[in-house]
């Protein structure tokens, strides 16, 4: 099955620094990558998502890349602001029903 | 607004009672999930649902089980056979499809002693 490796486990940033954060995927017919935000006691949040066709996605200030041969995709946070602070898990599946979560980023921006 | 409810929002239980935990959503989407995220660990499929009265385990449904009778409503006992049942649970929804968004309550904190 599939089995998606994210790092770093937490990234503590200067606010109006860039954050990154790189997910590894095994199964090459893995074809849709979303990115969750969750806040404290909160559910995880859409923040952004690329499907395999695409080779990057860009929302504002965040974006994400995807490179298929490589198997991995990054999310990249531009102009961090302190209320980007949360976790951050990556995903990768082949339909809803196997998709596999990373084991999330602890992002901390400071002001 | 349209969302996922989940209650409560913190549950606590003896060893050896069963628990069930609520999950409401009028989103209209046919799928529905439970996962289980316990401390620096990604989010772990429980059970999940395309369908009503259809179900289907997922990768640690052991100790877990659920209902769907309803579209809007997708309840999931944990039994005292579940070992280690303390954890945070989260239930999503999603149309069906490959590139469909999982949507996700905002969770139940379930505390067995």
């Known amino acids: 099955g599939e089995n998606v490796e994210q790092h770093p486990s937490t990234l503590s940033v200067q606010e109006g620094d860039s954050a990154v954060i790189k997910c590894t995927y095994s199964d090459s017919a893995s074809n849709y990558f979303p990115w969750y935000k969750q806040e404290l006691g909160k559910g995880p949040q859409l923040i952004i998502d690329i499907r395999s066709n695409v080779g990057e996605k860009k929302d504002q200030r965040i974006a994400v890349t995807l490179n298929k041969t490589a198997k991995h995709f990054s999310l990249h946070i531009t102009e961090t602001q302190p209320e980007d602070s949360a976790v951050y898990f990556c995903a990768a599946s082949i339909d809803n029903n196997d998709m596999r979560f990373g084991a999330g980023t602890r992002l901390t921006v400071k002001p | 607004d349209g969302g996922i409810t989940q209650s409560p929002k913190y549950l606590f239980r003896k060893e050896g009672q069963n628990v069930t935990l609520s999950c409401e959503q009028n989103l209209n989407h046919d799928a529905m999930y439970w996962y289980r995220q316990d401390p620096g660990q990604g989010l772990r499929l429980i059970y999940y649902?395309?369908?009503?009265?259809?179900?289907q385990k997922g990768d640690i449904a052991e100790g877990y089980s659920v209902s769907r009778e309803k579209k809007e409503s997708f309840p999931l006992t944990v039994t005292s056979a579940q070992k280690n049942p303390t954890a945070f649970y989260l239930c999503?929804?999603?149309?069906?499809?490959?590139?469909?968004?999982?949507?996700f309550g905002n969770g139940t904190r379930l505390t067995v002693t």
């Open positions: 999503a929804s999603s149309n069906p499809g490959t590139y469909s968004p999982l949507h």
């Open positions: 649902s395309q369908i009503v009265n259809d179900f």
